[in-house]
């Protein structure tokens, strides 16, 4: 392991790390009240002296900033000239508008440094070769992100992009990479494609998959039912990760698998309850972000929308830093139904855990009387038609309450996946009172 991409930093306790980042925050904020047009208004309608910003508690007293006031003030965030932006990206806009992030050279060298910390941490080294299963253009960061780390690591790349499973197992066989990089659901279209033609895959090479955009792990850190089909399958590790274009920072499990780990260098970490305070560990709270050594669009208090737990005791791989457990969901895409929350993910988890069920996107609308609808659309070849009743007693047993069910082909469930543009696959459509696919 290169020492280098394992900082001390992560193997200090919270203490230590806890004043390591009050000094960076005080970098941070000066730097926003003097560059950024967006920050510097904030602290000065709210008379915040930032002088006075020591503890990382006292950021509690400087209000949160979401997704909307991105959206609206975009360009208000960026603290640098024009010609100093080397990469314009934007987000897959799946809670509205597409915001556009601004980065510098410098920011491109700290995703760098970021994605070979965390491939580290995902047991990488120099001795691998990743084949990456994502798009690297649309101005989508990740593909990006991933290539970036991996040249940094010293490991090999091999840019293939997504989809195509007939190429996908073309270029394993020909360069034998040990690793792939994939939303984990294609994992499980590459193997329905080599059993298919009759490829060996347990004999390709492939020990281990960084997997990005889906969730496989439940809360309590078991493999969740999309991890339990792939791991049927095929015996290779899963590293489960998550990140977001605006926090330019990933969270990536190691070996141990409970939870990706945080790096302090990079983002300081808060979670927050409906009322903005601190929810305390064991708690579900919404991850809100401040980004640190950001040169182009840096970002304070920042409220992904994202809802998960936290974890404070040291893993046994050696991290010391907190772990965030798995996303149960977005708050903007939690579902009232019949007295019960839901977030997608655990419909996701039900639906995945059906093996005559190829593919599915899930529906939620608002009906006659006001509350919030679920419809199932799910793709399969089988017509037996007692499947619904199968289908409706999985949801029952799992969340006490059963959607609409609706069947339809695979084809057709595809097409309604993958509009013509989009850069992943879409399994939620909202269509309360602000349609949109999620």
């Known amino acids: 392991m290169n020492p280098a991409f394992f900082p001390e930093i992560e193997r200090k306790p919270l203490a230590d790390i806890k004043t390591f980042q009050e000094k960076i925050l005080k970098d941070l904020l000066s730097y926003l009240g003097a560059n950024s047009l967006y920050y510097s208004r904030l602290f000065r309608e709210h008379s915040i002296d930032i002088s006075k910003i020591l503890r990382l508690e006292d950021l509690l007293n400087i209000p949160v900033t979401d997704k909307a006031q991105l959206q609206q003030f975009n360009n208000d965030f960026i603290c640098v000239p024009g010609n100093r932006i080397v990469d314009y990206i934007t987000t897959s806009g799946t809670l509205g508008d597409p915001v556009t992030m601004a980065m510098t050279d410098r920011d491109l060298e700290r995703l760098a440094y970021n994605e070979a910390l965390s491939f580290t941490c995902a047991d990488g080294s120099v001795d691998d070769i990743y084949q990456l299963m994502t798009t690297m253009d649309r101005r989508f960061m990740a593909g990006m992100a991933y290539f970036l780390g991996i040249r940094k690591l010293g490991a090999s790349i091999i840019r293939v992009g997504n989809g195509i499973p007939e190429l996908q197992w073309d270029t394993i066989i020909r360069f034998k990479p040990n690793a792939i990089i994939c939303v984990p659901s294609f994992i499980l279209k590459i193997i329905e494609y080599a059993e298919q033609n009759g490829i060996d895959y347990r004999s390709s090479g492939i020990t281990k998959a960084v997997c990005i955009g889906e969730p496989l792990r439940s809360p309590d850190m078991k493999p969740n039912a999309l991890a339990k089909r792939i791991l049927e399958k095929w015996q290779i590790q899963l590293y489960s990760t998550y990140a977001s274009t605006e926090m330019a920072t990933t969270f990536a499990e190691c070996g141990v698998g409970t939870g990706g780990h945080h790096h302090p260098e990079l983002i300081i970490t808060e979670f927050l309850d409906d009322n903005n305070k601190p929810v305390h560990e064991g708690e579900a709270g919404e991850l809100t972000i401040s980004t640190l050594g950001v040169e182009g669009m840096p970002l304070l208090r920042f409220k992904t929308g994202d809802v998960c737990y936290h974890y404070t005791e040291p893993c046994a791989c050696g991290r010391t830093t907190i772990r965030l457990g798995p996303i149960l969901g977005r708050k903007k895409q939690m579902i009232k139904f019949k007295g019960t929350t839901i977030y997608p993910p655990a419909l996701f988890d039900i639906l995945d ?47 006490r309450v059963a959607p609409q069910v609706r069947f339809m082909k695979p084809d057709e469930i595809m097409k309604a996946q993958c509009p013509e543009g989009n850069r992943k696959p879409i399994k939620f459509f909202d269509k309360r009172n602000n349609p949109g696919p999620f």
């Not at 899930?362 to 399969?380: K, P, Q, R, S």
Request: glycine share 4%; with cysteine.
């Open 353 to 399: 855990d059906i093996p005559y069920i190829s593919n599915y996107y899930i529906e939620v609308c608002t009906n006659d009387i006001g509350t919030d609808e679920i419809i199932i659309n799910a793709g399969t070849e089988n017509e037996n038609p007692e499947i619904e009743k199968d289908v409706k007693d999985h949801f029952r047993a799992r969340l």
